[in-house]
């Protein structure tokens, strides 16, 4: 008989959880022509006010004509208890409607993962200084991580903190005795740790990744900030970060469109003004499985999300683990 191993049945017990918490809430899937026309069908016509500036405005009427929905859209520069203030760093900006920012769960997803849902695995964690506060309270919650700080020359800064500058050495020492023949080396790196966590923007996490590589440190996985990427207007520079692991949203899987940035934009505002909609028509609570995240709507307090877990391929491709 095979065996289930414990951390994928706690990611599968986790998911079956969010999606299934309330045997009799309706699952809707957007993505589903037929689903989401039910779905705008029983919210109806909705008028909403909106305090946004001009290129926020742009992508909220992006958002709204890609729903197709009946939904009238006010931009207001008077704000009440009825308007829906969305900032310029919207993906950073706690809704009402959410428990958290659509950041911090994409952050909090991947540290699912990356820890193993608590258990408490030897990480290290180079961060960039925007990030320091976030390393440092890693560091407090996860005793078995070690935070690095980007600094200097990465590749430098790869060999010291896994201890390669002495076999570089003894590599470089044997080819000078033994000129006549060529040597195949590879580095042994230490093995106190599990797994690499990089905790930073596009540019330090891209010139990272390869210097990882380039080390030899192959054979330990490598997760990264959500953030090394959702602001990518390219998608051939994905090819940056093969192999690595993070969470994206549901959209960096399903749509090609290039530019990740307004892609990762665009989904959110649409699962946004959908929500705001549902919670508008004092619809009941309802699982949705929405462009940016799965969200389990709740009439009555904020509401979850869920998003997917990936690794990127040599081809710059999304692929669900």
Do not use: H, W
Request: proline residues 2%; negative net charge.
């Amino acid at each position: 008989m095979g065996t289930i191993n414990l951390n994928n049945l706690a990611i599968i017990s986790c998911i079956c959880f969010f999606f299934l918490g309330c045997s009799s809430t309706q699952l809707i899937d957007v993505s589903k022509s037929d689903q989401l026309d039910e779905l705008l069908n029983d919210i109806g016509s909705v008028e909403m006010k909106i305090n946004a500036k001009e290129e926020v405005k742009e992508l909220v009427i992006k958002s709204v004509i890609s729903l197709d929905a009946d939904i009238r859209i006010n931009f207001v520069e008077q704000v009440d208890n009825e308007t829906l203030v969305i900032k310029n760093n919207f993906l950073n900006q706690e809704f009402a409607y959410f428990c958290k920012s659509a950041n911090d769960y994409l952050e909090e997803i991947t540290k699912q993962y990356l820890f193993d849902f608590q258990k408490n695995d030897e990480v290290f964690v180079f961060y960039g200084e925007k990030f320091k506060s976030s390393a440092d309270l890693m560091k407090k919650n996860y005793p078995g991580v070690r935070i690095i700080k980007l600094d200097g020359d990465y590749d430098e800064l790869v060999k010291r903190v896994f201890q390669l500058s002495g076999s570089y050495d003894r590599a470089d020492l044997i080819n000078r005795l033994i000129q006549e023949e060529e040597i195949n080396f590879v580095p042994r790196p230490r093995e106190d740790f599990e797994k690499i966590y990089i905790l930073a923007g596009y540019d330090q996490s891209k010139n990272l990744v390869p210097s990882l590589k380039f080390n030899f440190i192959l054979k330990k996985p490598i997760y990264v900030s959500s953030k090394s990427v959702t602001r990518i207007v390219d998608r051939k520079k994905l090819l940056d970060f093969s192999e690595v692991i993070l969470a994206v949203p549901n959209s960096f899987i399903e749509d090609d469109l290039s530019d990740l940035n307004e892609l990762a934009k665009l989904s959110f505002l649409q699962d946004l003004l959908l929500i705001s909609a549902i919670k508008k028509d004092n619809e009941n609570s309802q699982m949705i499985i929405g462009k940016f995240a799965n969200i389990r709507y709740s009439q009555n307090s904020c509401s979850d999300m869920d998003m997917a877990v990936v690794k990127i391929d040599s081809q710059g491709k999304f692929n669900r683990l």
